[in-house]
């Protein structure tokens, strides 16, 4: 969930209304246009959405309590989420909250077009934005008695919003919690359960945190075509925690001939992140001060599994290295018989008579070193007969490999029960693993051509 802007406003019915707060954010805003495509309307200033909002609400013209558009029979709106007519459209969803001489004012992001106007029960930005609001109006009127508390209380905001709703992805509703922590007081408010965690969880506190690498490859076996590898990580979490709104903090380590973590995606709950750990990139080759770690990734939770944060990394070597070497004959057809010798596994032909499939076993000999040569009888490919591989044609061919290595990642990358805080009553079981996973692992046949991929420096 993420919102495009935020208002705070204030008003006299018939009277000229102030934009006490407003905080817009780009980076949402971007995303709006790229979801909503055609039916994107942008956001207006403030001195133009301020009279479209006092006037869709009835704020304004005391003289004229009547508006054909807006209070005929035809309309009868029974929520607090309202369409502003803006130049170039209707500005629609806005959620608008009316207390006291206030508004509390936020437009959340719709994540599909809006044409036509989808129902609002399947905006799930919805129920989170007025709990937002909610928390913001809570926050606004506790210990407000005249004019200068609020201005006192406006004056917190920029701050607080920083940590609340960080690039516009709203994480904690209560910021009169977040004031008193930053503060140093007691911090003993009560958690009141937010409206978009429909449950709480109950039972035994623990925290799963697990570190998944896929490494790809492609080796060529030629002086003349460099091999090329990437490893992708996620890291996955579910936290089992009783409390409405814990608070956890993940740190990810990194051995000392580990390789450092880059172009870090991280999940809308962190709330915080170090500014090395965001502009770390593989993209900038030039760029030869990667952050280290340790990567500290503070969030609070959602209820079921979820991915906490994805990264890359540029591993000196990849995990296993190869050739392979195959020269035919003839028009290659099925497979009819073969004659092999290999060191380690088992060689068995599949259904299809297309494929050789070598099974290794769970771990290799101590020499770390396996080899297969062999002969292989194909049979005449008919004419009718279309190749099951259009890319192997002629000598070209691979060796396809499928592993999966636990307790181990290239990158060196690691957490453990002492890098995981949960500011928690009770203290749960901490519990993580990591594992390293082949995805397109390809040797190709180093005795004929093979399509090359090259990394060009301005992808």
Known sequence: MAIRGLWLISHEKGGIGVVRFSRRYPTVEKRAKAFNGDSYVTIPEDDLFLPALLTELGLTDPDKNFVEY?????RINKTSVYALPVGEGNLWPVLAIPNKDLVYVCVPLVEQSMNPLP???TISGISEAFTFLAGLM???????KNETDLCAKVAQLPVLLTQACPLGSPTDSNLQGLLDSNMGGPGNQIQKQPAWKTS???????????????????????????????????VTCKCDLEEAMPHVIVSLNLPANGSPLQDILVHPCVASLDSAVLTSSSVDLTDDSAFSGPYKFPFTPPLDWFNLCYYTSQVPVPPILGFYQLQEEELKGSITHFEHKLSYGQLEVLREKGVLVWVIGQKFPKSLEISLTGTVIFGSMSHLQQPSNPICTGNTAYVKLYFRIPDYTLSGCYTDQHSVQVFSSAKPKIITSRELISSDYYIWNSKASAPVVYRSPFL
């Open 119 to 121: 129902p609002l029960i």
């Open 138 to 144: 809570g926050f606004i009127n506790s210990g407000q």
């Open 200 to 234: 709480k969880y109950k039972g035994k506190a623990q925290v799963k945190v697990c570190i998944s690498e896929k490494v790809k490859c492609m080796q060529y076996d030629k002086r003349d075509i460099t091999d090329m590898w990437q490893v992708h990580g996620t």
């Open 70 to 74: 807006r209070d005929s029979c035809s």
